[in-house]
Every structure is written in C-alpha cells, then in structure tokens.
C-alpha cells in the first residue's frame, strides 16, 4: 500500500477519532487488528486496540511497510466506535517516545516498567508470538522470557530487532499473565 496515502488515511482516522481496521499478515487476510490511531509516524504506527466486543485492549506498535489494508468507516467501524462509547471505555495512557525507533522504545520501556508485552515476529514468512517480558536488550539483540497462558516460562528468547513485526502493550490477556506471574504459589 502506497505509504503517503497510507498515512493520509491513519492521519484523517485520528483527527475523526474513528476506527480503523488494520490488516498486516498477508498469510492470514482475515486477521486484523482495530482501534483508535493514538500516533503516526513515518515509519510507524500506535494503536489503541479494541477487542471485537468493543472494550479497551491495550496498544499497539506495528511497521507501516507491513500494513497492506486499513478500513475506515462502514457499518462495523461505526458499531465498534457506538459500543465502546456505550461501554464508557477508554484506554491507559501510553507514553512511549516518538524519537527514533518506536520498537526499541516500546522494549525499553517494558523493560524499565517489568511490564508484559506480546511480540510478533517474522519467522521465514510465518508470524511467532512472544508473550512475557523483556530481559535484556543489547544494541539490536533482545532477549524475552516467553510464557504460556498459565504463566509456566518456556524459557529465554533470543531475537533480533529487525524480525519484529509488532508489539502489544496493556492487553486484557496480559493484564492475566502479569497476575499470574506475580501472584504468589498456590502450594
């Protein structure tokens, strides 16, 4: 997708405080991710996310050279925008710094926070998904500790910055791996 009208398109979303459906993995055309544009850059964007039952779930930094589809507008952009306001929803604040690169700034501040993130990386045209925390960053080289649902650690992941996809902050589903993880035994 051309990256100015792209950009256009988020700009407008935003301004409106609109719903926009973003389509990012060409091997999955029916997944997608929805929400309010917080931020665009001119190589990234912030979401605030929403679950399909229209509530607050978290942000979301993800490449715009991967975004091949946005949707504004349409009767389920305007449902999801009337239910969350019928719900009262709003969204954490997310503060992440917009100098340099958003990825590296989202992991340091993950890092800094001991916040659970999810990370989707690109693996030979397959997406991985990462859920944890971020354990080390050293220059372009991340190490994260990835946890099942249960918050039982599949132990440490090693990667490279530049196979990033995107990154999920605050969602609902890590919200529930952070208490797991910080709760203490049942024994």
Known sequence: MDREILCRVLKKA?????????????TKKDSWYVGF?????????????????????????????????????GLSGTRMERLYALHHEQHERFDVSTFGNLFENG?????????????????????ETLNGYVRQIAKDHIVMEDFDDNANSYGEIHFERAS??????GTRDLKNLDLLYRQESWD
Request: proline residues 1%.
């Open 37 to 73: 544009v917080q931020l665009v850059t001119k190589d990234y964007l912030v979401l605030e996310t929403v679950t399909r039952l229209a509530r607050a779930d978290g942000h979301l930094i993800i490449r715009l050279d991967l975004v091949f589809r946005a949707d504004t507008g």
């Open 14 to 26: 935003m301004k409106a405080r609109t719903m926009v459906y973003i389509y990012n993995d060409a």
């Open 164 to 169: 990033i996809v995107d990154v999920q902050w």
């Open 107 to 127: 992991l340091q501040m993950a890092l800094a926070h001991k916040a659970p993130i999810s990370v989707d990386l690109d693996q030979d045209d397959e997406r």
